[in-house]
């Protein structure tokens, strides 16, 4: 019903910058919840940020807060992921998902039904 393709990965140095995308097709993201995971080798996939499509309200989890900014593009069917002052620790592929947004916004991978492929986010110190 909703494909997730994530853009804009790549190879930055520590205190770099880079912006990822998350585009849907198939359907609009409508009343749904839009998150960004992160997943280094050998660790389990981790929440970092949300935002509600309808409302625009987000959330961060601390090691990201004042660095990360997601933001959503109603026009484009789009989830923007604004990432400053990048560090090591944030190395890993990124991965976009959707949910429906009537329970409110999920940390949990379980919460989220739509996957994107993921992209890689490497950070040399």
């Known amino acids: 019903q909703v494909q997730l393709v994530e853009s804009g990965g790549g190879l930055v140095q520590a205190g770099g910058s880079l912006r990822l995308s998350c585009a849907a097709s198939?359907?609009?993201?409508?009343?749904?919840?839009v998150a960004w995971f992160r997943q280094a080798p050998g660790k389990e996939r981790k929440f970092v940020t949300a935002v509600t499509w309808n409302f625009g309200a987000t959330y961060y989890v601390d090691s990201v807060k004042g660095r990360f900014t997601i933001s959503r593009d109603t026009a484009k069917n789009t989830v923007n992921l604004q990432m400053n002052s990048l560090k090591p620790e944030d190395t890993a592929v990124y991965y976009c998902?959707?949910?429906?947004?009537?329970?409110?916004?999920?940390?949990?991978?379980?919460?989220?039904?739509?996957w994107g492929q993921g992209t890689q986010v490497t950070v040399s110190a």
């Open positions: 998902a959707a949910a429906d947004g009537s329970r409110g916004i999920s940390s949990s991978v379980g919460g989220y039904t739509y």
């Open positions: 198939g359907r609009t993201f409508s009343n749904y919840v």
